[in-house]
């Protein structure tokens, strides 16, 4: 495995050309970003002038009946029509320069990162998992979600096939006759193959516990019994899994609860092992309203060239910028570690 130190001296052109595009993708965002605050003044101040204009003492009585039907029928339908059609207009212009810069800085910092942490995989910023994948894990038993996922990357880690990506789930409801979504989960999704078929078997954080399937829960062993209060398991613990590995398990995720708030699902079915972290946020994502020299300085404000220029400061930030992606790369790493030190246990016996 590379060295992080390593690495930033290979990337460090790269980080810097790609700050200097940064940088001219700002710019072409900027009369965006204006002309949708300015829209949205010119809003605020026709709906604050017809407010206005009822507490001054207009009458609503003196409106006639055919004045009323068009004021509720026509003209506010219209004026909201046009108020979501402008503000979507603006928001779409924004989303593709910043998916323009992902999609850019992810090919050329993110996928050498990634290569060079896992030699054997292939990182695909643009792909994901195949929702009838996701939907074959049985996690959450309600076909209706609405699914994305992308920054897929797939391949070998040592003796097992993997693949892993950014996932966002909603669950869709009807209420009312409106379409709601609320969240299922937004983070990385494992699926790993295992060398032989155990039965089927699930822990889980409690706080997702009323999204999951509706499995049958089991008591902690003894052993475990300290994470009880944090997490619940699914059925007897296959005679395959040692409990050791399951304590692997749960330091992790418990570890992961407490530092970043991360609600986590370790589930075995048909010889797959699926593994899902709600970080509530996506991996891999580098902003256009952050530099890449200076990670506090908002999208409005222009970098200083001398900056861009002094070695020094960009020494510290590349250190920044690469560190960022490397750790959490490293961290996708340390778990294929231990699900591959726990296959080859199960594969033995």
């Known amino acids: 495995m590379i060295d992080k130190n390593e690495l930033q001296v290979i990337l460090k052109k790269d ?6 595009y940064r940088l001219e993708l700002a710019k072409k965002a900027k009369p965006i970003y204006r002309r949708k605050t300015l829209f949205a003044f010119l809003v605020f101040l026709v709906v604050s002038a017809v407010i206005l204009f009822f507490i001054t003492g207009y009458k609503v ?10 004021l509720l029928f026509f003209i506010v339908p219209t004026f909201l029509g046009i108020t979501r059609s402008f503000h979507n207009r603006f928001e779409n212009q924004l989303l593709e320069v910043e998916h323009e810069f992902q999609e850019t800085y992810k090919t050329n910092v993110i ?21 009838k994948d996701f939907l074959a894990s049985q996690i959450f038993d309600d076909a ?9 990357v797939q391949g070998k880690y040592k003796t097992i096939h ?6 966002t789930a909603k669950k869709e409801r009807i209420e009312e006759g409106k379409s709601i979504l609320s969240p299922l ?13 155990t039965d089927s078997f ?10 999951v399937a509706q499995w049958t829960y089991n008591q902690f062993p003894p052993s475990l019994e300290a994470y009880k209060k944090s997490f619940s398991i699914s059925s007897n613990i296959p005679k395959e899994i040692k409990p050791s590995f399951i304590q692997k398990i749960l330091e992790r995720f418990s570890k992961l609860d407490q530092e970043f708030g991360a609600e986590t699902i370790f589930h075995i079915k048909n010889q797959k092992l ?23 300085v908002p999208f409005p404000k222009k970098m200083k060239q001398e900056v861009l220029d002094a070695e020094a400061g960009f020494e510290q930030v590349s250190n920044q910028a690469i560190e960022k992606y490397y750790e959490e790369v490293l961290f996708c790493t340390e778990i294929l570690e231990e699900i591959n030190s726990f296959a080859k246990e199960i594969n033995v016996k």
């Open 274 to 296: 699926y593994l899902a972290i709600n970080w509530k946020v996506k991996l891999f994502a580098p902003k256009l309203n952050q530099s890449l020299l200076d990670l506090n």
């Open 144 to 152: 209706k979600i609405n699914y994305h996922s992308e920054d897929l």
């Open 202 to 211: 699930s822990i889980f954080s409690k706080e997702i516990k009323e999204h």
């Open 185 to 197: 989960l937004e983070g990385l999704f494992f699926i790993i193959d295992l060398p032989i078929k």
């Open 15 to 20: 980080v810097q050309a790609l700050e200097t």
């Open 61 to 70: 009585g003196a409106m006639s009946f055919w004045t009323i039907l068009m």
């Open 111 to 131: 996928r050498p990162i990634t290569k060079r942490i896992l030699p054997q995989s292939n990182y695909q910023p643009t792909e994901g998992i195949a929702k």
């Open 162 to 167: 993997f693949q892993f990506a950014n996932l």
